[in-house]
Each structure stands twice: as structure tokens, then as C-alpha cells.
């Protein structure tokens, strides 16, 4: 039985992305719909499967990670660009991954690399 998941570290400061709030959508003929939430345990990861069973089907879904409010909440002084005491927007605030299913009997898993002015993801194992 396939299943999406996922993991989010924090390049940065060489750690798990932990508390961050998460939710998946499935986008169909034009729609959206929010198809699970969850948020990141201390390991980074989610204590169980974002979908599987029959919530996990071919097609197309996004990840939007929350990721503004741990990096505000994880960093130790403003840098150029990072928020600061004039209440700046953060670089990044929500990071989309939009990725497609074709073949929902496989495990799909989605990691998140984030520093305060990157990401990077692919389709892990």
C-alpha cells in the first residue's frame, strides 16, 4: 500500500524541523482541497502517514510548509534580510511543494531542506 510522507531538516543549524504546521491538498479540475494537516514531531518528521489507504490516490496534491514561524521562533540574531525588531518580512514565510502521484501503491516521500533563504526538496525514499 502506497503512502505519502515526509521530513523537514533545518540546514542551518544541522537539525530537525520540528513544530512545523504542514497541510496537504489535492488539486483537481481546478479545485483544491485540503486532504490532511499535520505538524513536524522533534525529529522533523510526522508521527504517521500524511496519506495512505484511499485518501492517497494518482493525481496532483501540494505540501505548503509554515515554515516563517520556526524560523522566527530558531533564529538567534537578524541577518541581512530576516526579520528584525521593525517587524521585516521573513524571505521565506510558506514554502510549496506542488508534486504528481502516478502510482498511489508506492510510497511517496516529500523532504524539505530549508534555510532562512533556501529550500530544496526531492522525491525521497
Not at 18 to 30: K, N
Not at 80 to 97: H, K, Q
Amino acid at each position: 500500500m502506497g503512502h505519502l510522507s515526509t521530513h523537514v531538516l533545518d540546514t542551518t543549524r544541522g537539525l530537525p524541523g520540528a513544530g512545523i504546521h504542514l497541510t496537504v491538498e489535492r488539486l483537481s479540475d481546478g479545485d483544491r482541497h485540503v486532504v490532511a494537516t499535520a505538524t513536524t514531531n522533534a525529529d522533523g518528521r510526522c508521527d504517521h502517514p500524511l496519506l495512505e489507504g484511499d485518501a492517497f490516490s494518482v493525481g496532483e496534491y501540494e505540501l505548503q510548509f509554515a515554515v516563517g514561524d520556526y524560523l522566527n521562533a530558531t533564529a538567534s540574531k537578524p541577518q541581512a534580510g530576516e526579520p528584525n525588531s521593525t517587524n521585516e518580512p521573513r524571505f521565506l514565510d510558506t514554502v510549496v511543494i506542488r508534486f504528481g502521484v502516478s502510482n498511489a501503491d508506492e510510497h511517496y516521500h516529500v523532504p524539505l531542506l530549508i534555510s532562512p533563504f533556501a529550500y530544496s526538496t526531492y522525491r525521497g525514499s
